[in-house]
């Protein structure tokens, strides 16, 4: 059948099984958005605030759900408000898809209204982006777009559209396919295998050290097996949250700059370190010379690039995790490590100092919401130190029910991606962690959240500070607090109700477990202000290109 551009685009959605996308309108989309009026009852369409709300909306749908999230703009500036969504996307490894319309085909190149090469913007930040400007081109484009963005180590795709592709009078024979199918998994040898259940063999201080790529390959069951059979410590970075069982002893939390003592005193005792899914960024490896100097290092990886990258390996497998703990698993005779498990969990996890000035503590905030809620629960966070008080102390057991901004640090990444989760998991109560830094970055959210009704409850940790980088400033910079005590005076109770949100502030644990019983009742979005000491920190830290021995613990 024949079909206009526009009608392409929304059929080869349907084809890929989307029925949820995000995005803003604008004079290049127009087209699109006049064939979206059409399909509204296949596709709902999101409308955002701003289209790096809807870019951070499209990357938490797709972190909660699993499936591909698809973001819409317009060209020149809606384009340009989408990168840093896509680069949060890429760091991150989530599978996104953005649409861009971009000018007439003939106009290309000719500075015209809101002309912007968005492809050669984002290239960097993008695993592949596409050109189109001619129709026959549109629909392979957009398949392979969702192909690529699923396969392997997974990312963000854009595909750039000029407007005369999208023309209503412009058609091309159009007919329904199946999703293209994804190049199958890299073939693990055998040879490598054997060795590295030799050295697990030989090991007597085994550490397993994760990432995102075992939730990406829903290898949750299989690293834990792992664990079980070579008796194991086991630590994980910031996207590896809420894989491991939170009651087992050998899980000793997150790793690195703002890691648990436990776990990095392991890394740098072990003799064996397992690495899954993961890349030895410079959070962890904070001086990659000295990394786990005692231990052979093991590295599994989808994405080949990243082996040796950061830290010289003795073994590695490209490979899926799911496909490699399945080949190792049945090689591996079960071992007990009673005294290493008994060494490394006597140094603790987290270090709460007691701060006079405080009257409601970060850490019985976060405690008295998972009193509170189900197990099933969605955590996003922003970015600061109320995302390393999330990741150490909350307690869940699903990867994806923790969305954060791991690789890129985004401030203002948490409204957008709870509105993007809230959709993805409309039965799943969702609760948005976030600092008063982080917040006013992208508190225009709320209007999406008011408008849809949605039931996520935000809590604004509001110490009045910028507070990470106040933390820093306070411990390497004599305390010059150059630019980090922002004079603002935000009611955000007020600010709540001009939304038409529901508002609460709360300067003790007793006001906030009363504030957030309510908030529960709730039908729509609620914020918590809570008042906390600008002098509370994130400890332990590791400085930039320290080691165990240069560990701040107050």
């Known amino acids: 059948m024949k079909l206009n551009g526009s009608q392409i685009i929304m059929e080869v959605l349907r084809e890929q099984g989307v029925d949820t996308v995000f995005g803003y309108p604008g004079g290049t ?128 795709v854009l595909v750039d559209i000029t407007k005369d592709v999208t023309a209503p009078n412009r058609f091309y024979d159009y007919s329904p396919q199946k999703p293209l199918p994804l190049k199958a998994h890299p073939k693990i040898d055998e040879k490598k295998i054997d060795e ?69 005193h392991a890394i740098d005792q072990a003799d064996l370190v397992i690495a899954l899914g993961t890349r030895f960024s410079d959070r962890v490896a904070l001086n990659p010379n000295r990394f786990a ?55 603790g996890k987290f270090v709460d100092v007691d701060v006079k000035e405080a009257t409601i503590r970060p850490k019985d905030i976060i405690e008295t919401v ?77 209007c999406t959240a008011v408008s849809n009704n949605l039931p996520i409850i935000t809590i604004i940790f509001d110490n009045k500070v910028l507070g990470m980088v106040y933390q820093w400033q306070t411990v390497f910079y004599n305390k010059h607090y150059s630019q980090t005590m922002p004079e603002r005076k935000t009611d955000y109770v007020q600010l709540a109700r001009g939304f038409g949100a529901k508002g609460f502030k709360a300067d003790t644990i007793e006001e906030f477990r009363e504030a957030f019983a309510s908030a529960l009742k709730e039908k729509g979005p609620v914020w918590i202000a809570c008042t906390i000491a600008k002098e509370e920190r994130v400890l332990p830290m590791i400085p930039n290109g320290g080691t165990i021995d240069d560990m701040i613990t107050n």
């Open 293 to 347: 100097q005692r231990a052979a290092i093991v590295h599994v990886d989808i994405d080949e690039s990243e082996i040796n990258k950061n830290v010289f390996i003795n073994y590695d497998v490209v490979a899926d995790i799911k496909d490699f703990l399945q080949a190792i698993l049945p090689k591996i005779e079960q071992k007990s490590n009673p005294e290493w498990i008994e060494y490394v969990s006597r140094f």
């Open 29 to 156: 989309a127009l087209n699109v958005y006049d064939s979206l009026y059409d399909y509204q009852n296949q596709i709902h369409h999101v409308l955002t605030a701003h289209e790096q709300g809807a870019s951070h909306a499209a990357d938490g749908y797709a972190r909660a759900t699993g499936k591909t999230g698809v973001v819409f703009a317009t060209s020149g500036p809606g384009a340009t408000n989408l990168v840093t969504g896509i680069a949060t996307a890429f760091l991150d490894s989530v599978p996104l898809v953005a649409i861009t319309c971009n000018v007439n085909d003939d106009s290309i190149g000719r500075d015209a209204f809101q002309e912007v090469s968005i492809t050669g913007v984002t290239l960097p930040i993008t695993k592949h982006n596409f050109f189109v400007n001619r129709i026959e081109n549109l629909a392979d484009a957009l398949r392979n777009a969702f192909r690529i963005a699923n396969e392997g180590r997974k990312g963000p």
């Open 196 to 264: 590295i259940v030799e050295a697990i063999s030989l090991s007597k201080k085994p550490v397993v050290y994760f990432g995102g790529g075992v939730a990406s390959s829903q290898a949750k069951d299989e690293l834990n097996e792992l664990i079980d059979r070579i008796d194991a410590a086991a630590t994980y970075t910031l996207m590896g949250a809420g894989v491991l069982r939170h009651d087992d002893p050998r899980n000793l939390g997150l790793i690195g700059m703002h890691g648990s003592m436990a776990a990095n």
């Open 370 to 446: 998972c009193d509170m809620t189900d197990k099933e629960t969605v955590y996003v966070t922003d970015v600061g130190q109320h995302q390393m008080w999330a990741a150490q102390y909350l307690k869940h057991e699903k990867a994806e029910n923790f969305l954060t901004s791991g690789g890129l640090g985004t401030m203002g990444y948490g409204y957008g991606a709870a509105i993007g989760a809230q959709f993805g998991m409309p039965d799943k109560r969702v609760i948005h962690f976030t600092g008063d830094g982080s917040f006013h970055m992208n508190l225009n959210e709320a």
